[in-house]
């Protein structure tokens, strides 16, 4: 988006791109990175042209977040998203499992499959890291600037897939990979291990792509300093697993299913074997969700 017009590509096809303005009558409906919406006027592409946007089709999934967890505004970020690549560095800024839990949360509850991609792993091994994640199958990748990215991009193609992290990660560096004709800023970590932000507002790039397949894309987003899920409850959490979901069925009102003393009669506790494991684990994702840790 660039002073209320809007790039839009007809049919998914990149090579077709328009530009668009919100029709009068949508009012403030808002209008977000990967909508899919209805456009008349010239089509053509020419310059010059424009078009606009007179309907905005329902989202069959969003990435959320508020600023902080009180924030009574929730804000999309991405719409129509298959997949949320979660970019994180192992050192320089160190990595901390808080912020990875809360954007797999934030994924669940909006329809998209989480992802993790680590970087920097030429400074720090992954693999302690990526064991605080083992019980929730959560896909693990390396995306840094000194390893082959063949398996990410193997796991982007034919996908819609938003990036997240802080800035300082090398998130921006595995986009121009990714995409080469991007030329997506990329900066320093400031001496205090904070990342400066580069990218200032989300944007999709379409993937390079064998002929034949369906086009990806990869929505870039903005270097994030906070990530509120105020809108999130227990119950969305725990129903975005499906060996889970059920059981909680026969909780009492009110449960938070974290497990005693908090809710000593949580039905998740009579699990066993591998399912007492992931509740564990979902259950991490429960703490980071009540306390909003630093990360």
């Not at 600037?145 to 991009?153: L, M, N």
């Not at 009540?290 to 990360?295: L, V």
Request: charged share 25%; net charge negative.
């Amino acid at each position: 988006m660039d002073r209320g017009r809007w790039g839009c590509v007809l049919g998914g096809d990149p090579e077709q791109r328009v530009v668009a303005m919100r029709a009068r009558e949508l009012g403030r409906t808002p209008i977000v990175v990967g909508d899919d919406v209805d456009i008349v006027g010239d089509l053509s592409g020419k310059v010059d042209t424009l078009s606009r946007i007179v309907r905005v089709a329902d989202r069959r999934t969003v990435l959320r977040r508020t600023a902080d967890d009180t924030d009574p505004y929730e804000r999309i970020v991405v719409a129509n998203a298959e997949q949320l690549l979660i970019v994180v560095a192992l050192a320089d800024p160190p990595p901390r499992t808080g912020f990875v839990e809360r954007a797999m949360v934030a994924a669940y509850v909006g329809g998209l499959q989480p992802i993790l991609c680590l970087t920097k792993s030429d400074l720090v091994q992954h693999d302690e890291f990526a064991r605080s994640f083992g019980d929730l199958d959560l896909p693990i990748l390396l995306g840094g600037a000194t390893e082959q990215i063949d398996e990410v991009r193997r796991t982007l193609a034919g996908k819609v897939t938003a990036l997240i992290g802080h800035s300082g990660v090398g998130k921006s560096t595995l986009v121009n990979r990714l995409v080469p004709e991007a030329y997506r800023a990329v900066g320093e970590v400031s001496g205090v291990g904070k990342g400066r932000h580069t990218s200032t507002q989300s944007v999709a790039l379409a993937l390079p792509h064998p002929d034949g397949e369906r086009t990806g894309w990869v929505v870039d987003t903005p270097g994030i300093r906070s990530f509120g899920l105020a809108h999130t409850t227990p119950d969305d959490v725990v129903a975005a697993f499906g060996d889970l979901a059920e059981k909680i069925e026969d909780c009492p009102r009110g449960c938070t299913h974290l497990g005693p003393p908090a809710d000593p009669e949580c039905a998740l506790d009579t699990l066993t074997g591998r399912s007492a494991r992931r509740v564990q684990a979902v259950r991490q994702l429960l703490e980071a969700v009540r306390t909003n840790d630093s990360w």
